[in-house]
């Protein structure tokens, strides 16, 4: 396991949390200061219909009590620009990365996040090579896990100051969720409910991995394809993806 400490010490730039009087601090919490926190709420939606647009958020579908459920989950971008409009310092203390069995990597990162007035989070991310968006593209694995893992732990610090803990896009994009729009110009996918002809071969997950590697592909295509290759349980399933790729790329 490879353990790499970082920033320590917060920035010149932080606000650093000051020491408060008990009895002063539950006095607060009575209606003025359920009217702060409305306020901060208040500020919060307004922060986000001005702020977050179209690109900064992903279109999700989950599984909710036995349902398919549609949800708008914000992307890194969002948290920044709302991180940056509320004055929220974030800054990584730890992050470390180990080796598992089959090759793979484990990144684990823990962000501290401070807002102006005064609350203080430290969060938690982590990132696995064993997640699918690894699956056909392990050339940069260390860097991209570690990046993902800091990523996963600065959006949740910052959602946990203003918006009670919001998931982000970034944490679901390990699997656990599918995008439900494609990127423009979409490919043709099979039928999930398609042939089925045996397992998928080794020589066709080879040719997957070639093709992603086109720079006809934008990275938004790319990573629809990974999802969608994630889902082919048989050989005639992911001929009919390769088939529709090498329109695309070919």
């Known amino acids: 396991m490879t353990t790499q400490a970082v ?36 500020a919060y ?49 730890q992050i470390e990365t180990m080796e598992v069995g089959g090759g793979h990597l484990h990144s684990r990162a823990i962000v501290r996040a401070i807002a102006p007035w005064g609350q203080s989070v430290a969060c938690v991310g982590g990132c696995s090579t064993e997640e699918k968006r690894f699956q056909y593209d392990r050339s940069r694995a260390r860097h991209d896990c570690e990046a993902t893992a800091e990523t996963r732990a600065h959006n949740r610090a910052i959602a946990r100051l203003i918006a009670a803990g919001e998931v982000s896009a970034e944490e679901m994009e390990g699997g656990a969720a599918v995008p439900r729009r494609a990127p423009a110009r979409e490919v043709r996918v099979p039928d999930p409910n398609g042939p089925s002809t045996g397992d998928i071969t080794d020589a066709q997950h ?13 990275d938004n295509q790319r990573e629809w394809i990974q999802a969608k290759a994630g889902h082919c349980e048989t050989n ?8 529709a790729v090498r329109q695309k790329v070919l």
Do not use: C
């Not at 408060?20 to 208040?42: C, H, K, P, V």
């Not at 409009?85 to 800054?91: E, P």
């Open 206 to 218: 080879q040719e997957l991995a070639n093709l992603l590697g086109s720079e006809k592909l934008s």
């Open 7 to 42: 920033a320590t010490m917060p920035p010149e730039s932080v606000v650093e949390v000051q020491a408060f009087d008990l009895t002063t601090y539950i006095a607060s919490l009575g209606e003025e200061g359920l009217a702060r926190q409305r306020e901060l709420m208040n």
């Open 45 to 93: 939606n307004r922060a986000v219909l001005a702020l977050v647009g179209e690109d900064d958020i992903q279109l999700v579908e989950m599984r909710e009590r036995g349902k398919t459920v549609t949800k708008k989950l914000k992307k890194k971008s969002a948290w920044s620009k709302l991180a940056s409009h509320f004055r929220i310092s974030s800054y990584p203390t």
């Open 236 to 243: 005639g399933q992911m001929e009919a993806l390769l088939r």
